[in-house]
């Protein structure tokens, strides 16, 4: 049984005792919780200032198309309108350095935020700012663009036929050039990748055609697996295209002061979003202040701010006035970002036991027209990483098609990668007549779990650590799994149930940020971090472990975040599932060095060695007892001793935003200034097992889910509630991904059709299961000092799979062949005797 | 009531009543940035038009306000009162972030005219809140139970609990689920905000009974 549920379940640990302390693992309100049930909580468009002009987007009519020309007058002569901007106005993307000193070139391509040539319905073409919104949007009206239309495409097979059209004139994927024998294959481009009619023969069958791919890689010897195997599977699945839909739009408020840029916006990173308008803009950092302390969700798409920055901050420096442009809910469908649709074939054998003997599989994403999007490729690399197959080979190609760009959203690439996997996985188990649980528990990750393709010395990268089947143990005993696996199948009047199970992973955390908290003469401690506020309580529930370090109770610690003028340090964004691995680190290494200071200056104050004194309890003491004092006496004397002890001298390693922000509180009291230096073997991935029980109606096609259960084995657990509500939550974005959530263009128009919440139907209150429940195992990482993974990407594929494999198993096989699977899609196919709706046409 | 025109009768403007407009129309605007410069356009083209200084009861105070005819009680509450506790999700009546009670009632105020509201009592979430700062007991039961994530949706969510619970205060999960089920969160921790929402409803019902 895994230690914390949101049930009252008996505690039962893992190997390694678990780490729960004062606040480490206890319950709590984040600070921010009354100011948000009192509405005093101010996202981007809560703020105003003086003489705030509104901005109003012009979007492209056409899927694809060149601008021949705009004409403003007309619009430009009404009263109250002020400026227009264009693409050509804005900065357009920058080359950037990293910290390291490494550069990294601007891709021209990239998606700037207005365009000249169009290459969505929607893109926005120009931004008019006027004094309020209603003049904005007569003037938008009043402005006559002529366009030229080009070739489009909104579904990847459609444009890898022979002759097929190009979503951009320059090419349909991004590919690396072909170098020559033992030289560097050159930066990547786009180019053009057609198929031929023989790849296509076997379309019309619902078989993925397999041409030439942009990308491979392999391990192991794929055809032996197959050629030892008990059963070979060859499956085509299609995963949709879904927003990221945040509730709060990605509006901004921007202004300039003392030639400073001031931006008002919903970011994942606050921090983080300085150098991206610093790139966007071309202009310094020192010159950019973010504020953003609340942000209405993200799931990727607001990682660092949001490109359209630059609209209302080019804007206001045109107008000489703050600017705000509002992005309504049809703004957020077109640049608002999506997870892309991956079709996927998987040819997979396995021997009697239902252990996976070899797996070759080919992914195909719907790309948007600009950036690479990486999750064709990613998703081989989890499907690598949860099923570690002996052998495998993998192919995948990125189709650039006329549709709104395309950014990581919650578990990207993995989501769709393990969503192609798990249906097969649960068809092998009926096929070879295996549980369900039994064969995700033989084909699981453990310990050290090895994943991806070979690096150039021919090793894997492998895990930090795993417990995937304790995660499964855990889950099935929580669900009485094998009771409710009996009699799944059977059919109560027009109703039948079915329960199915499911395993998922993702990247648990990065690592090298910076911490920075200081102890005043008043005894507090102040915590600074530049981590974005989504919610999910991350940016306060690391500090817990600095304070639990240092015995400072949680009433005397300040946590001051979302502003860049606030001195914040360098931080992980809150995204990626890093945050909780990546945050707990840099306070562990901030609170280190305090700790360290204050045992030298208890030391030289009372005598003795640093290493006589222990910290705790608001005091430095001596150990066995002694003389004392408090932190509020050390933070005097470190004011006293100055140097590194209140920091006026920093180590030279953390990051230039650190350091200035450093500088700016030197001389307060003692400061806790560090780079997470801490050694990992390993890479961090968590992992999660969900099961789900579902009630489908034959008659009407309608299912209900009535239970879910997740088990999460994510390392410590810092906040069990916080942790609950995202293991859960995610769980529930997935699960939309089984029940009705996708995009819908038409193929001959290139035009979306679902735009609005009540077309591309995210999940309401009544869609969530009637029961739900989540557990964590709570065994530490033994890779990262607090032992604590990031969750929010591994629940998403097994909330969604859960699901999909409950279907199957109360109705069969021959149902569907994407996802979601709508009431329809059952009633035809149980009619049918055969899975009616196609996998591969794209936005149906 | 008095003060106003009866939004019946023929009103034609005439210079002064113009001039008076702009004069109040400059006084609120501050905070009037999305109709400033709509302010005379609105008066030309609308003969017989309602009068535009209109008095709302909101959070128990009475705020004078100009409003326009198209205007929406969430633009009004938003830009014009400064009481942006009132989220726009969707503005089209889908997400219900925008949910306040009219007399108790749960309203999506982004589909709500403010020129309707007259005489009625407008409940925000900035009037749940006893004056001296106690909480509504909706409220507690959130901080409680760290009921949401973003918080985007959760001023909506607790207007709708609220009006919810008085016409149903001791209701089921899935009563309550369905009281609720207008609002739209997609940071999706549905099951834990239905828990804090029934937390809040028998803390609710602990306070009146008591």
């Known amino acids: 049984m895994p230690e914390f549920t949101n049930g009252n379940i008996p505690v039962v640990t893992g190997d390694t005792p678990p780490v729960r302390g004062k606040l480490v693992g206890q319950d709590y309100a984040t600070p921010d919780m009354v100011a948000k049930v009192t509405g005093k909580s101010k996202y981007s468009e809560d703020f105003r200032a003086d003489g705030m002009l509104f901005a109003k987007l012009l979007l492209s009519p056409y899927p694809h198309a060149r601008i021949v020309n705009i004409d403003a007058s007309e619009a430009l002569a009404m009263p109250g309108v002020k400026c227009i901007v264009t693409k050509d106005e804005l900065p357009g993307a920058a080359d950037y350095i990293t910290d390291l000193g490494e550069k990294i070139e601007a891709d021209k391509r990239s998606d700037v935020g207005l365009a000249m040539e169009p290459m969505y319905q929607g893109e926005p073409i120009l931004a008019l700012a006027a004094v309020d919104e209603l003049t904005a949007a007569d003037a938008i009206e009043k402005i006559r663009v002529t366009y030229e239309r080009l070739p489009f495409v909104v579904d990847p097979f459609v444009s890898l036929r022979p002759g097929g059209p190009n979503a951009r004139t320059d090419g349909n994927t991004w590919a690396r050039p072909e170098a020559a024998p033992g030289e560097e294959p050159g930066p990547l481009d786009v180019v053009e990748v057609k198929w031929t009619e023989e790849d296509f023969k076997e379309y019309a069958e619902g078989k993925m055609p397999m041409g030439k791919p942009t990308d491979e890689w392999s391990f192991g010897d794929v055809e032996e697996g197959f050629k030892n195997a008990a059963l070979v599977l060859d499956e085509t699945f299609a995963t949709p295209n879904t927003s990221h839909q945040a509730l709060e739009p990605r509006t901004c408020m921007a202004y300039w002061q003392g030639g400073k840029l001031f931006v008002h916006v919903g970011s994942q990173s606050t921090i983080q979003t300085v150098p991206a308008v610093a790139r966007w803009m071309n202009m310094s950092e020192d010159d950019i202040v973010v504020i953003s302390e609340y942000t209405g969700g993200g799931f990727g798409a607001k990682i660092r701010g949001t490109v359209q920055i630059v609209i209302p901050a080019i804007l206001a420096r045109k107008c000489n006035a703050p600017v705000m442009l509002r992005a309504s809910r049809e703004d957020e469908h077109n640049i608002g970002g999506a997870r892309p649709s991956v079709t996927g074939r998987v040819k997979c054998g396995f021997d009697k036991d239902g252990r996976i003997t070899a797996l070759d599989m080919y992914t195909v994403a719907d790309n948007g027209p600009y950036a690479r999007n990486g999750d064709y490729s990613n998703a081989a690399t989890m499907v690598s990483l949860l099923y570690q197959p002996p052998a495998m080979r993998w192919r995948g190609i990125t189709v650039l098609t006329n549709t709104p760009p395309r950014t990581a959203q919650s578990q990207p690439g993995g989501m769709q990668g393990i969503t192609l996997m798990e249906p097969l996985l649960a068809k092998a188990a009926r096929q070879l007549n295996i549980d369900q649980v039994e064969i995700h528990k033989i084909n699981a990750p453990e310990g050290k779990a090895r994943f991806g393709p070979p690096s150039g010395a021919g090793a894997q990268a492998y895990t930090t650590s795993c417990f995937m089947k304790e995660a499964l143990d855990s889950g099935a005993a929580m669900f009485n799994w094998k009771e409710r696996a009996a009699a799944s199948g059977t059919r109560n009047g027009s109703k039948v149930r079915g329960v199915g199970v499911a395993s998922s992973t993702f990247v648990g955390g990065s690592r090298g940020f910076d911490g920075l908290l200081v102890i005043k003469p008043d005894g507090k401690l102040y915590i600074q971090t530049g981590v974005g506020n989504l919610g999910t309580g991350n940016y306060s529930d690391s500090q817990r472990v600095a304070a639990e370090m240092m015995g400072v109770p949680w009433e005397k610690v300040v946590v001051t975040w979302g502003g860049t003028n606030k001195n914040l340090p360098w931080s992980c964004a809150s995204g990626g599932s890093q945050t909780t691995h990546a945050t707990t680190r840099a306070a562990h290494a901030a609170a280190t060095d305090a700790i360290a200071k204050l045992r030298e200056i208890a030391a030289r104050a009372l005598g003795g060695r640093p290493a006589d004194y222990l910290v705790g309890g608001e005091r430095v003491y001596r150990r066995g007892g002694g003389a004392s004092m408090s932190l509020a006496q050390a933070a005097q004397r470190a004011i006293a001793m100055g140097g590194r002890y209140d920091g006026h001298e920093l180590p030279e390693d953390i990051n230039k935003i650190t350091a200035t922000s450093a500088k700016n509180m030197a001389g307060q009291g003692l400061m806790g200034v560090a780079r997470d230096n801490y050694d990992q073997d390993g890479r961090a991935f968590s992992f999660v097992a969900a099961f789900a029980e579902v009630e489908i109606d034959v008659e009407t096609g309608s299912y209900q889910i009535l239970d879910f259960l997740a088990v999460a084995d994510v390392g410590t657990v810092i906040h069990p509630s916080a942790l609950g509500g995202q293991i859960l939550g995610r769980s529930m974005l997935g699960i939309g991904h089984a029940l009705g959530q996708k995009w819908v263009y038409d193929q001959h128009l290139g035009i979306p059709l679902a735009k609005r919440f009540y077309q591309n139907r995210p999940p309401t209150i009544l869609d969530a299961p009637v029961k739900m429940q989540w557990g964590a195992l709570n065994i530490p990482d033994p890779e990262t000092p607090v032992g604590a993974r990031g969750i929010g990407e591994p629940p998403v594929a097994s909330g969604c799979c859960a699901i999909l494999n409950a279907i199957s198993d109360a109705l069969g096989d021959e149902i569907f062949r994407r996802a979601p699977v709508s009431l329809d899609m059952i009633l035809t196919s149980l009619e049918a005797g055969k899975p009616v709706t196609e996998p591969m046409t794209a936005h149906v | ?210």
């Open chain 2, 1 to 210: 009531m008095s003060d106003e025109h009866d939004p019946q009768s023929k009103y034609v403007p005439t210079r002064r009543d113009l001039i008076k407009g702009v004069i109040a129309a400059g006084a609120v605007s501050s905070t009037g940035y999305l109709f400033r410069g709509s302010i005379t356009r609105a008066f030309a083209a609308a003969p017989g038009s309602v009068e535009r200084m209109l008095t709302l009861d909101v959070n128990g105070q009475q705020r004078r306000v100009d409003v326009m005819k198209q205007e929406t009680l969430a633009m009004t509450l938003r830009y014009k009162l400064g009481l942006t506790g009132t989220k726009l999700g969707c503005d089209r009546a889908e997400c219900g972030a925008c949910s306040v009670l009219i007399d108790d009632v749960p309203h999506y105020s982004c589909s709500v005219l403010t020129h309707s509201t007259r005489g009625k009592k407008i409940q925000t979430v900035e009037g749940l809140a006893s004056p001296d700062g106690t909480l509504h007991p909706v409220q507690q039961a959130v901080v409680e139970q760290q009921g949401f994530q973003c918080a985007f949706c959760m001023s909506g969510f607790l207007m709708a609990t609220v009006g919810f619970l008085k016409t149903n205060p001791n209701p089921t999960r899935q009563e309550l689920a369905h009281g609720i089920s207008g609002n739209l969160c997609r940071c999706q921790d549905y099951d834990k905000i239905l828990t804090s929402l029934m937390r809040g409803a028998e803390l609710s019902r602990e306070v009146n009974n008591a």
